[in-house]
């Protein structure tokens, strides 16, 4: 009883830590947000979407890199670490990639007069969130195979590919989306950049603690299948129970 209470208790102190500051950062943001920011005077008070936009856009990048690497690893290694990374990158890039396409139309339904219009930059996120999709339907379809985890790694690693695109899809097609962090148009208000700041760093931040939390999880997953397996070969687990 001891030992199972100190297993499941066992949280790495720079865990715990990051968790702090985690919650420490989303106030520091909300405060730059919505009191120190000013309300922009065309857009109102929908223009601080943007704050959540943007960074959780970012989030979103290194999100999916992360599961992109992790899941060229695993191929290259067959290594159950690299697996558990590509998982939980995915599905932590797969949440942050839902809230830019939430927040997106929101915002477009202000500044366009429409909630959608197939501009590159939102047309290629929406794809590479069906890529991802895919990878996380694929893996939660029962008990994976070494088959379906090979084929959702290549998915996740083909991923990847398409993060520059849709960086740089509206120089390159001349999207109607705007680059966001330009001095074109007159770029931000100064009073504006400490929020965005505070935005980037506090959902950078999010990110690693929801994929660190992930990563944990599916590695315990993974130990208690493996334990299930030996247990199962040994004679010790009985069909049906």
């Known amino acids: 009883m001891n030992e199972r209470t100190k297993t499941a ?18 106030i520091v943001s909300l405060y730059f947000i919505f009191f120190y920011a000013p309300t922009e005077e065309q857009m109102g008070i929908v223009q601080k979407i943007f704050y959540f936009h943007v960074p959780s ?19 290259w290694k067959r290594d159950e670490k690299f697996d558990a990374v590509a998982v939980a990158g995915a599905e932590v ?14 915002w477009a339904r202000k500044a366009w007069g429409t909630y959608w219009t197939w501009d590159p930059r939102l047309t290629t996120t929406l794809l590479i969130g069906m890529i991802y999709t895919a990878f996380n339907v694929l893996r939660s379809f029962g008990q994976a195979g070494e088959a379906e985890k090979k084929f959702a790694s290549a998915l996740g690693f083909m991923g990847l590919l398409l993060i520059p695109v849709i960086h740089y899809s509206v120089q390159r097609w001349r999207g109607q989306h705007p680059t966001v ?7 931000l208000h100064p009073d504006m950049v400490p929020a965005l700041i505070s935005g980037f760093v506090f959902f950078t931040a999010l990110c690693t603690f929801l994929i660190w ?12 299948v493996s334990l299930e397996l030996d247990a199962a070969e040994s004679g010790l687990l009985e069909e049906g129970t």
């Open 9 to 26: 208790s066992n949280w790495p102190p720079a865990f715990t830590g990051l968790g702090a500051l985690t919650i420490l950062l989303s």
């Open 57 to 75: 856009a970012y989030a979103m990048y290194i999100a999916f890199v992360v599961s992109s690497v992790a899941s060229a690893l695993y191929l």
């Open 93 to 106: 890039g797969l949440m942050f990639c839902l809230i830019v396409l939430i927040t997106g139309p929101i």
């Open 181 to 187: 962090i330009t001095n074109q148009g007159g770029g």
């Open 213 to 224: 939390a992930r990563t944990r999880a599916e590695r315990q997953r993974q130990r208690l």
